[in-house]
């Protein structure tokens, strides 16, 4: 790697940017292979002659309100790329290019290794699946699968990235994503059929039954939300 966070260290306003920083292998900007944690900064124009232009990850790596723009990687995770712990909150992934997949972020979420997206922006990023074994993610790319049950993307926008694909935008839409959803199931609730007026006289007309009625004796209809 070339500029080279040690791991365990913690940055917070930092500007790892226009240095011209080059990895001659992975971890343009920076390697991670212990525990890291970056807030309020900003990793940019840095390139690896192999994955993760703007940072490589293989240990636990944090990364709150920051930003990775304009990285490029000669393979894989063109801003970003995580075989370990990934935990990405507020950050803004741009402008960044891989020549293989991910031209954002190359992901590999396991049972033992998990990746959290939140709230952020990944937009502008490039993938060139033309190049030999490459063929996905300009945004994103995370090979799924059962055995990869812990990737979460939570309110965050992908837009507006690019797949330089043969295959055409189906399937640089679809190839390798595993889908996922929340849903919500609600039984009917119980509600009384009330009056507006004193029939009982007891002062208050906001308690008295309809006629020939009980206490929650109708139901709403029941709802599902998907």
């Known amino acids: 790697p070339a500029g080279v966070l040690m791991p365990g260290q913690f940055g917070r306003g930092a500007l790892l940017r226009g240095s011209?920083?080059?990895a001659d292998e992975t971890g343009?900007?920076?390697?991670?292979?212990?525990?890291?944690?970056?807030?309020?900064?900003?990793?940019?124009?840095?390139?690896?002659?192999?994955?993760?232009?703007?940072?490589?990850?293989?240990?636990?790596?944090?990364?709150h309100r920051s930003t990775f723009e304009n990285n490029l990687a000669g393979l894989d995770g063109g801003g970003l790329f995580s075989q370990g712990v990934l935990d990405l909150r507020n950050a803004t992934i741009s402008g960044n290019s891989a020549q293989g997949s991910g031209g954002g972020l190359r992901l590999f979420s396991t049972v033992q290794n998990g990746t959290a997206i939140l709230h952020s922006t990944i937009?502008?990023?490039?993938a060139n699946s033309n190049s030999p074994g490459a063929n996905r993610g300009g945004g994103i790319a995370h090979p799924g699968g059962v055995d990869d049950p812990t990737f979460l993307?939570?309110?965050?926008?992908?837009?507006?990235?690019?797949?330089q694909s043969t295959g055409g935008?189906?399937?640089?839409?679809l190839t390798d994503w595993t889908l996922s959803a929340?849903?919500?199931?609600?039984?009917?609730?119980?509600?009384?059929?009330?009056?507006?007026t004193d029939i009982n006289r007891d002062s208050n007309r906001f308690n008295d039954l309809a006629p020939g009625t009980t206490?929650?004796?109708?139901?709403?209809?029941?709802?599902?939300?998907f």
């Open 20 to 22: 011209g920083n080059v």
């Open 28 to 63: 343009g900007g920076l390697y991670n292979q212990g525990t890291l944690t970056v807030e309020d900064s900003t990793v940019g124009l840095n390139t690896a002659n192999l994955d993760g232009g703007g940072l490589s990850n293989v240990g636990t790596a944090s990364i």
């Open 123 to 126: 937009t502008n990023n490039v």
């Open 153 to 163: 993307l939570y309110s965050t926008i992908v837009s507006g990235n690019f797949l």
């Open 169 to 173: 935008p189906v399937e640089d839409i």
């Open 182 to 196: 929340i849903y919500t199931v609600q039984s009917g609730q119980p509600y009384s059929a009330y009056v507006s």
């Open 215 to 225: 206490r929650n004796e109708f139901r709403l209809p029941a709802q599902i939300s």
